[in-house]
C-alpha cells in the first residue's frame, strides 16, 4: 500500500508534469508575459490580492507590449480598436468570463445573480430591459430635488464639523465624507430616505465596510472562479468571506416596508425608483420578488462604492493641482453657480453640464482614475479569433481590457496621459474645429471608465448627475487644500479602485 507521502510526491509529479505539458502546447506561448503566470493563475490570484494589479499591468504594457499573458489561458490587450471588438452594442461574440460569478449570492440552495454577473445575454437583456428607461438621464432627473436635498446635508455637515470661526484648521477625512454623500445620494432616489450617513457621520449598519471586504474576496478569487464554489458558495460550510448581505437585506427590508405600507410613502407625491420597480411587476407578472431586490440592491452596490471612487479622484486631483481648482473657482464664480450654492439655492443639471471647465475636470478625473480597475474579461467564442497583428486566440481564452490601463494610452490621449489635466478635452489654440471634434471623438471612445457596448454601466447617468452636482456644489462652497500636500493618498484596488487617507482643510469662500 503507497504510504502518504508516496501519494503526495505522485500527485505533485503528476501536476508538474501536467502544468508544463499546458505550457509547452499551448498556443498562447507566443502572447509574452511573466514566465510564472503563463503556468499558474496563482500569480495572478497574488498580484490582484496585493491591490496594485492595475500598475503591474501597466508596466507589463509597456515592457511587452499591447497584448501580455497574465494566466495560462488569460490575456490583456490595450489596442483601442479591440474595444468595439470585445465589447460591442450589438449582442457580443465574447460572453462574460466566469470571473463574474463570483458576484453571485446564495440564498438557501438557490444561487442569485447580481446584474453584472449574468453570462447569457438573452438572460441579462430579459433582467435589465424593463427597468432600463429608469436610468437614462431624463429618468434620473425626476429626482433632482432629492439629490440637490442630500447634496445640501453634505455641505451643512463639512460646515458644522469642518470650519470653525477665526480660521481655526480643521482635519477634514473627506475621502470618508465623499462615501457617505454617494450612499445617502443613491438611497434618497431608490427609497425615498438616506441611510443616515452623513446626518451620523459613521458607516451605518457597516454597510461601506462589508462592501470592501466583498470586493476585496470577489476580485481576488475571481482570479480562480472555481474556488468560489467552494469557499464563497459552499451551501455546507460557510466561510468567513466578504459578502454583501447586510445590502441585500436592507434592499429586502425596504421592500418588503413599501408592499406592505409601513413606510408612509406617496408614491403620488413623491415617487422614487423602488416605486418604479413596483410598477414593473404590474406590468409583467413575471417579475418577481427576487429580481425587484435584485433592482433594488444593484443600485445599492453598484451606484454608491463607484460613484464615490470617481468623486474622490475628482477631489484629490484638484488639490493636488491649485491651480486647476482656481480655475474651477473662477468659472463657477463666473456663471453664478458659486454665489447660487452659497444663497442654499439648488443646482440644475441642465446648467451645470454646459460649463466646460467643470466637464473637462470631471472627465479628466473618470480617466485618471476610473473606477473600475481590472480587466473586462471576455471569453474567445467558438471561432478563436485574431488579434491585428495576427497572433491566433484559440477558442476558450480570456481575454480583457483595463480600463485603468486603456485610460492611459499615450497614442490617444497624448504623452502626458499620465499627468491630471483637465485641458485635453478642451479645443487647443492650435486646432480647427474638426480636428478638435476627431480627437476628443476619439477620447470619449477610447475611455471605458463605464466600460462599453451592451453591458456598459447601467447607472452611469446616475453618477454623472450626482457627481456634477457633487463637485460643483463643494467647490463653489469651499476652497479644498490637502493638509499634506506631499503626502499621496492610499489606494488599494478590488475591481473598484478605492481610496483613502484624503485628509483636507477647508475653507468657506465668500461672495
Not at 47 to 55: A, D, N, R
Request: hydrophobic content about 35%; aromatic content about 12%; some cysteine.
Amino acid at each position: 500500500m503507497l504510504s502518504l507521502t508516496t501519494t503526495l510526491l505522485s500527485l505533485s509529479l503528476l501536476y508538474l508534469v501536467y502544468t508544463l505539458y499546458t505550457y509547452l502546447t499551448s498556443p498562447l506561448r507566443q502572447i509574452p508575459g511573466p514566465f510564472l503566470a503563463s503556468l499558474t493563475n496563482y500569480w495572478r490570484f497574488l498580484s490582484v490580492l496585493q491591490g496594485k494589479h492595475h500598475e503591474v499591468q501597466r508596466t507589463l504594457h509597456d515592457t511587452y507590449g499591447p497584448a501580455v499573458r497574465l494566466g495560462p489561458n488569460c490575456i490583456t490587450v490595450t489596442d483601442p480598436s479591440l474595444i468595439k471588438v470585445l465589447y460591442p452594442l450589438q449582442k457580443p461574440r465574447f460572453i462574460k468570463s466566469d470571473y463574474y460569478k463570483t458576484s453571485d449570492f446564495r440564498h438557501g440552495k438557490r444561487i442569485l445573480h447580481s446584474s453584472v454577473s449574468y453570462r447569457d445575454e438573452e438572460a441579462h437583456t430579459k433582467m435589465v430591459r424593463p427597468a432600463a428607461r429608469f436610468y437614462t438621464t431624463t429618468g434620473v432627473l425626476r429626482y433632482e430635488d432629492r439629490l440637490n436635498d442630500v447634496v445640501k446635508l453634505f455641505l451643512q455637515q463639512l460646515e458644522t464639523r469642518f470650519v470653525r470661526p477665526g480660521g481655526r484648521e480643521v482635519v477634514c477625512p473627506i475621502d470618508d465624507w465623499l462615501h457617505f454623500c454617494a450612499w445617502d445620494l443613491i438611497a434618497a432616489i431608490t427609497f425615498s430616505k438616506d441611510f443616515g450617513f452623513l446626518r451620523r457621520g459613521e458607516d451605518v449598519r457597516g454597510l461601506i465596510g462589508q462592501s470592501c471586504k466583498s470586493l476585496d474576496y470577489m476580485a481576488s478569487v475571481g482570479q480562480i472562479p472555481w474556488l468560489d464554489d467552494w469557499v464563497g458558495k459552499n451551501y455546507y460550510i460557510k466561510f468567513p468571506v466578504g459578502t454583501m448581505i447586510e445590502g441585500v437585506k436592507f434592499a429586502a427590508e425596504q421592500l418588503a416596508s413599501r408592499m406592505r405600507g409601513e413606510d408612509k410613502h406617496d408614491k403620488e407625491t413623491e415617487p422614487d425608483l423602488l416605486d418604479d420597480f413596483l410598477a414593473l411587476r404590474e406590468e409583467d407578472p413575471e417579475i418577481t420578488d427576487d429580481r425587484l431586490v435584485q433592482y433594488a440592491f444593484r443600485n445599492v452596490a453598484a451606484g454608491s462604492d463607484t460613484t464615490a471612487t470617481s468623486l474622490r479622484a475628482v477631489v484629490y486631483y484638484l488639490c493636488r493641482y491649485p491651480e486647476t481648482q482656481k480655475r474651477l473657482h473662477e468659472e463657477l464664480e463666473e456663471v453664478g453657480v458659486a454665489d447660487a450654492v452659497r444663497s442654499g439655492d439648488a443646482l440644475r443639471y441642465a446648467e451645470l453640464y454646459k460649463l466646460p471647465y467643470l466637464t473637462a475636470v470631471i472627465q479628466e478625473g473618470f480617466r485618471i482614475h476610473p473606477s473600475v480597475a481590472l480587466s473586462l474579461e471576455r471569453v474567445v467564442p467558438d471561432t478563436g479569433y485574431v488579434l491585428p497583428d495576427g497572433r491566433y486566440l484559440p477558442p476558450g481564452t480570456i481575454v480583457g481590457i483595463n480600463p485603468a490601463v486603456i485610460n492611459r494610452h499615450k497614442g490617444v490621449f497624448g504623452e502626458d496621459s499620465d499627468d491630471f489635466r483637465p485641458e485635453r478635452w478642451l479645443k487647443n489654440d492650435h486646432e480647427s474645429e474638426d480636428e478638435y471634434k476627431a480627437r476628443l471623438g476619439k477620447m470619449k471612445d477610447t475611455d471605458m471608465t463605464f466600460g462599453h457596448g451592451k453591458r456598459i454601466c447601467a447607472g452611469r447617468h446616475v453618477a454623472v448627475v450626482e457627481i456634477y452636482k457633487v463637485i460643483a456644489s463643494l467647490f463653489s462652497a469651499f476652497d479644498v487644500r490637502l493638509v499634506d500636500p506631499d503626502k499621496e493618498w492610499k489606494t488599494k484596488n478590488s475591481f473598484f479602485n478605492r481610496q483613502w487617507d484624503m485628509d483636507v482643510y477647508l475653507t468657506k469662500r465668500v461672495s
